[in-house]
């Protein structure tokens, strides 16, 4: 059964909408993090969260903002999507924190048109 | 902030042989670092970590050297073997943030 659940698997937008990235972990972690993956840079972090609360944020753009209804949930909301967004997001989770073994979900392929 | 640099971008080894990859990074604070596998098309798999208060670390064939003066770290593969063959990414933790910092990945290919 897999551990962490992104949705959508793939995802094409068009420029300028705005669109929801979905990741679930049941792996009981208490620490949730979002990474982007693309040709340009290969690994980037993007936000950590411990116990629903935002602990670093690296994107430049207030454009993505990530939601955390539930402590095994962190969505990652993009809007006004350009076509530099394209990449792979991958989720991932933690016991504690950022310096214990991380486990990365599936990712989401996003493609901006 | 932390810059991490791995510096083979591809290796090619003969099954059997060992593999290296080297990363170093700049952060002296930094006190944790992860290794990662990433086979074609897939996600990341965590590998090997090491922490700052020891230089070496094994787990069966990987083995993972800390120099902490040089602030440089190594991936070793023994006895590799074909299904060895992936990105291996290297990566940073400081106590002064909380994130990892990823180097740029090293493409691994072990011919049988």
């Known amino acids: 059964d897999p551990k962490i659940i992104q949705k959508p698997k793939y995802l094409v937008a068009v420029t300028g909408s705005e669109k929801i990235l979905i990741c679930e972990q049941y792996l009981g972690h208490n620490a949730m993090y979002w990474y982007r993956q693309s040709a340009k840079k290969p690994l980037e972090f993007m936000f950590s969260y411990s116990y629903q609360k935002l602990m670093d944020n690296q994107t430049a753009s207030s454009r993505f903002q990530p939601q955390s209804s539930k402590k095994n949930h962190l969505d990652l909301q993009i809007t006004a999507l350009k076509p530099d967004d394209s990449a792979t997001y991958f989720c991932?989770?933690?016991?504690?924190?950022?310096?214990?073994?991380?486990?990365f979900g599936p990712g989401t392929r996003l493609t901006v048109l | 902030g932390e810059k991490v640099e791995q510096h083979e971008s591809t290796l090619s080894v003969r099954e059997g042989d060992s593999a290296v990859i080297n990363c170093t990074y700049t952060?002296?604070?930094?006190?944790?670092f992860p290794w990662y596998k990433q086979e074609a098309g897939k996600s990341l798999h965590f590998v090997i970590d090491?922490?700052?208060?020891?230089d070496r670390k094994q787990s069966q064939r990987l083995i993972v050297l800390l120099d902490k003066k040089a602030k440089r770290f190594s991936l070793h593969i023994t006895a590799t073997q074909p299904e060895d063959s992936a990105i291996y990414f290297c990566a940073a933790s400081s106590n002064m943030g909380y994130k990892l910092t990823f180097g740029t990945g090293t493409s691994l290919l072990v011919d049988p």
């Open positions: 991932a989770s933690s016991q504690r924190d950022w310096a214990y073994e991380q486990y």
């Open positions: 952060d002296t604070a930094s006190s944790y």
């Open positions: 090491i922490r700052s208060n020891v």
